[in-house]
């Protein structure tokens, strides 16, 4: 497994989110190395009224304006932080949101951060459970994740498998649109059994 480079991702956000299924998220810590496969990602082109660049830049979603590669974290639903990976040229706003991963290595420190979670799986399964497990948080807001630092994309261990479409979990602006991307069959793909076939 390697870095990706800025170069290898796609310049749209929709092509952009089915592009990281199966690609890896790493963490690199000071007591070792964390890391998962993209299971499930969320798309937030320009222009969509459900994404936070819908209304312009702001100092909260700055790093959203970034060009792609980079990481926007910000905190949801007053509990947890999620992150995104910024999917458009500079000055303009779109994002993918990453909503699981199927771990591949760390797992034990993974779970320390999600000790309800029993089965590998569970442990980040969600956007919410995947920052924790990774333990992103804003410190992370606007890194540059193709460059050297500790948290970055890289290749994909194994190719997925079909990948799914469908419409997004948890939103109710723009909720009919198919711009979510899963791995057909991975049981750490969140959501009801329906958007999991």
């Known amino acids: 497994m390697r870095r990706l480079r800025r170069s290898e991702l796609p310049t749209a956000t929709l092509e952009l989110a089915r592009f990281l299924v199966g690609k890896t998220l790493v963490h690199d810590l000071p ?40 990481a926007y ?60 497990a990774l333990q992103i948080d804003k410190r992370y807001d606007g890194a540059d994740l193709c460059v050297a630092g500790p948290l970055w994309l890289g290749t994909a261990a194994w190719p997925p498998k079909a990948v799914g479409k469908s419409v997004r979990i948890g939103i109710t602006r723009a909720a009919h649109r198919r711009f979510r991307f899963y791995e057909r069959g991975n049981p ?10």
């Not at 070792?32 to 990602?41: D, F, H, K, L």
């Open 73 to 132: 974290v910000y905190f949801a639903y007053g509990s947890c932080w999620l992150l995104n990976v910024t999917s458009e040229e500079r000055g303009v706003g779109g994002g993918v949101l990453v909503r699981g991963l199927e771990p591949l290595e760390g797992f034990e420190v993974m779970q320390r951060r999600n000790r309800k979670a029993v089965r590998i799986c569970d442990v980040a399964r969600g956007p919410g459970r995947l920052a924790a």
């Open 31 to 70: 007591e070792g190395r964390i890391s998962g496969r993209i299971v499930e990602t969320e798309a937030y082109p320009p222009g969509d009224a459900a994404g936070h660049a819908f209304r312009g830049e702001t100092p909260r979603n700055r790093s959203l304006f970034l060009k792609r590669g980079h």
């Open 188 to 197: 750490c793909v969140s959501g009801p059994a329906r958007l999991r076939a």
